[in-house]
């Protein structure tokens, strides 16, 4: 499956954002989706992650209650709703895509099969 990621930009602290991450040639559906950023000189880490149906979501605690993650597999998107962002969400967004436990949402970067190109999301303050 091919990834697609979008919507990244430079905004002030305190706005929001939509990312959003396309999928083509693969069964949308059959998949589990994360979101995952890298910021400048530091770790890749885990943003939010959802299940094949939407029915399980968990987020990073630095993101709770400002992102929401959630996907639309009639048109194989997943969508990261960004509010109140802060200057430490600058980073490179990345959407990935696993096969091999579709029903759970997880954090695990190495459970993740195919990755998007990444989309940069600058926080100014």
């Known amino acids: 499956v091919q990834l697609q990621a979008s919507g990244g930009g430079l905004v002030q602290a305190g706005d929001s954002l939509r990312l959003s991450c396309a999928a083509s040639g693969g069964r949308f559906s059959s998949y589990a989706m994360g979101w995952f950023r890298q910021a400048p000189g530091k770790e890749r880490e885990f943003v939010a992650a959802?299940?094949?149906?939407?029915?399980?979501?968990i987020y990073a605690d630095s993101v709770k209650e400002r992102f929401t993650i959630s996907r639309d597999n009639a048109k194989n998107t997943v969508d990261l709703q960004m509010n109140s962002l802060k200057p430490g969400d600058t980073a490179v967004y990345y959407c990935?895509?696993?096969?091999?436990?579709?029903?759970?949402?997880?954090?695990?970067?190495?459970?993740?099969?195919?990755w998007g190109q990444g989309t940069l999301v600058t926080v100014s303050s």
């Open positions: 959802i299940n094949w149906s939407g029915s399980h979501t």
């Open positions: 990935a895509a696993e096969r091999e436990r579709p029903t759970i949402a997880t954090s695990a970067a190495y459970n993740y099969d195919y």
